[in-house]
Structure formats: structure tokens, C-alpha cells
């Protein structure tokens, strides 16, 4: 079933339905500021189309006749999500509002463009539900322009690859492609915990660390999005160094990788990232001295984010995300040591660090591309979905 509102205004309720709901008619129509006639139009209109169904009856919290919710059927579409690290090929099958219904990792045979696409419509061929996707988004770590080509990927060795038109040309379906931090930070804004929020922060920490924000409704993205810009944000001028020779920069002291090897080092044994942090929950003193350090170098970066961008909160994932969680207390002294006392107190909210995340976040990209009827970049012209139905 296609999602084929007949005008812009039935786009626009379609979108709050799908973002928002299950919503009432009197809050739809008090929340798009239309006339009740004029919304049990559409709403009838969009029943009949199968895009809507009401759902089961819940009485509101004021007086007055129960309400009939509105909602979207997310199971009459299905979207691919593909992350690609240097390595490995990850993918997710979603529904209409990106929950994730199949998923599966491989290892990548060749990190050949023509290979790799080969290995997504392979991929996409078996995680299939009934038919083709509607769409599918493709997160990876670099530069993309015009939603389509990607200008650079230092993982996979890319330069200028129009991943999109190879995947398409092996698959039946559209294809998006973004930085995987674009993608996650607009899967946190339509469905995730920024859904409602017009202004969020979000931070990932893994290989690199990464920086996304939302303000005014709005993705806050241009041609350098994917450089990865803040990965040397100087946090601790006596901190450790990362991989180019900075000290105490965001990598030096928040990257798995840094935290690996200062570990290890302690240690004088080789020690990964979860046995770090489990040796610092148990209390290992060379370990949680690490992750205290590096959960204050995490809260100045926190602080850094607030006070420059004032979001409504900041949101931190990725794969090492665990640290934020084990050296919470750590985190909490760095954000205090670079915030005014005065200033409101910065919400930090932690995500999953999963793969399956990131590929959620390609698939939001699909969804997005695919309701949106895009054809543009996807970068640097996010508008609020609300804004982008009615001027379409």
C-alpha cells in the first residue's frame, strides 16, 4: 500500500498521526488548528485509504464523551535499515514507525562499491516481510551529499561512490543514504525520546565520538556533517592522547578504543572495553580511576553542549555508551564543574548502543525519504515535519 495522502493538508494529519498518535479528532484538530468538519473529512478520507484505523476507545482525563484514537497501521509498510562499518554489514527490518521486526549482521566480503551493494540486496532478499521494502536507508560513517552519493568514508576507503543508484539498481525499492549519526539523531526525533521536543542534543561514543543536533524542530546539518568535528574537542589538557597526537580530547578520553588502551596499560594486560567497564563497576582501582576520568571529560562535553546550544536535554548512545552509565557520578561533577550554578540542570538521557540502533536510525531515514516523497538532500534541509507537509 502506498502512503498517498490525497492533498497537503491530509499529508499533514497523516504526518501528526504517524509522529503523535494515537490522537483524538478534537486533539488533532486543536493541535493542526482545523475545523472540526474539515478534520472528520480527512480522517474519514484516510480510513477509507487504509492509511488509518481507530483503535480501541479511551476515555480522555477531562470530561465529557470518550474519544476513538486515530492512529497509522505500521505493519502496511516495511522499511530496510543498513548500517556500514569497515567491517561488517547490519541491517533491520522496521515498520512504519521504526520498530525493528527482523535483523541480521555479516561480515562484509569486499568493501568494493558494486560488492557491497550486491551484499545489501542479498541481505534485503532474505530479512524480507511479503515484498520489497518501501525503502531503504543506508547510515554510514563520512561525508553524503544529496542524500545519494558519498563524497568520503575512511572506514570502508570510499570517495565519491553514488551508493544509492548502485543499491537501487539491486534493489526494487528507493534508496537513502546518510552519516549514521544524521541518522540516529532524526531516529531519537521522530521516534525516539526527542519525539516531542524541539530543541535536543545527541552524543555517541564508540570508534569516534559524535555530535548531532535538533533545534527549532530542526536537524542542524550541512556539507561537514560526517567530518566528525567535536571527536577533538579538548576536554583535559593533561589527558591522554588520540590517535592524531591531541591530549585530552573527546577521542583521547572517550572513544572505546582510548579507554581500551589506557586499561590495558594499567593493567599490562590486554583488556577490551566491557571488561573495562566491568572492572570498574567491581572497583578496580586503575580501571574506575579511567572511567572517572573519562566520565568527567564525557560531563564537560555535556556542559560544552549546553551551554553553547541549550537544548531541552542531551541524548548519549553508541556503542560505549556504558560509560555514561558506570562513571554517572564522574559525568555529573564535569557537567558541574562547566555549568553556572545558576543555569537550569542539563537532562542527560541515555539510548540503546546497539547495532540494531543504528540501523533503526537508517531505516528512520527511509521512512522519512519514503512519507516525505523526497527527492532533495537530506542534509541541511530538515525541516519540522509539520512545516515540510505544508509547504511540499
Given amino acids: 500500500m502506498a502512503w498517498k495522502p490525497s492533498d497537503d493538508l491530509s499529508h499533514t494529519v497523516a504526518l501528526e498521526v504517524l509522529l503523535h498518535g494515537p490522537l483524538s479528532r478534537s486533539d488533532l484538530a486543536r493541535r493542526l488548528a482545523l475545523a472540526p468538519a474539515t478534520l472528520t473529512r480527512i480522517s474519514s478520507e484516510l480510513i477509507d485509504a487504509g492509511l488509518f484505523v481507530e483503535v480501541p476507545e479511551l476515555a480522555e482525563k477531562r470530561t465529557g464523551r470518550p474519544s476513538i484514537p486515530l492512529d497509522v497501521i505500521p505493519g502496511t509498510h516495511h522499511f530496510l535499515g543498513v548500517k556500514l562499518s569497515g567491517d561488517t554489514l547490519m541491517a533491520a527490518v522496521t515498520d ?133 568535528l567535536v571527536g577533538h574537542w579538548p576536554l583535559d589538557p593533561f589527558g591522554p592522547l588520540c590517535v592524531k597526537g591531541h591530549r585530552g580530547c573527546a577521542e583521547g578520553l572517550l572513544a572505546i578504543q582510548s579507554i581500551e588502551r589506557d586499561v590495558s596499560t594499567a593493567l599490562n594486560r590486554p583488556v577490551g572495553f566491557e571488561e573495562a567497564v566491568e572492572l570498574a563497576e ?35 548512545g553508541g556503542e560505549g555508551v556504558r560509560l555514561a552509565e558506570v562513571a554517572a557520578a564522574s559525568m555529573r561533577d564535569g557537567i558541574r564543574a562547566d555549568r553556572d550554578p545558576r543555569a537550569s540542570e542539563v537532562v542527560v538521557e541515555l539510548v540503546s548502543g546497539g547495532n540494531d540502533s543504528w540501523c533503526r536510525g537508517a531505516a528512520v531515514i527511509a521512512i522519512q525519504g519514503y512519507v516525505l516523497d523526497r527527492t532533495g538532500s537530506l542534509h541541511g534541509s530538515q525541516r519540522n515535519p509539520r512545516e515540510i507537509a505544508e509547504h511540499r
Fill in 96 to 228: 512504519l514507525r521504526a520498530d525493528i521486526l527482523r535483523y541480521e549482521e555479516e561480515p562484509l566480503a569486499s568493501t568494493s562499491p558494486v560488492a557491497v551493494a550486491a551484499q545489501i540486496a542479498a541481505l534485503e532478499a532474505r530479512l524480507r516481510v511479503d515484498e520489497p521494502p518501501a525503502a531503504i536507508g543506508i547510515g554510514l560513517g563520512g561525508v553524503v551529499t544529496d542524500g545519494r552519493k558519498v563524497a568520503s568514508a575512511p572506514f570502508l576507503h570510499w570517495q565519491e561512490v553514488p551508493l544509492a543508484d548502485l543499491v537501487e539498481a539491486a534493489c526494487d525499492a528507493p534508496v537513502f543514504v546518510a552519516n549514521d549519526l544524521t541518522a540516529f539523531t532524526e531516529s531519537q526525533h521522530w521516534f525516539g525520546v526527542g519525539r516531542g521536543h524541539e530543541n535536543f542534543a545527541v552524543l555517541t561514543l564508540g570508534i569516534g565520538v559524535g555530535y548531532g543536533c535538533v533545534a527549532n524542530g530542526r536537524l542542524l546539518a550541512n556539507e561537514d556533517s560526517g567530518v566528525g
Fill in 282 to 316: 567491581a572497583g578496580e582501582p586503575a580501571a574506575r580511576e579511567i572511567l572517572d576520568a573519562s566520565g568527567r571529560g564525557l560531563g564537560r562535553l555535556v556542559a560544552a553542549v549546553a551551554n553553547l546550544t541549550a537544548p531541552d536535554m542531551v541524548v548519549v
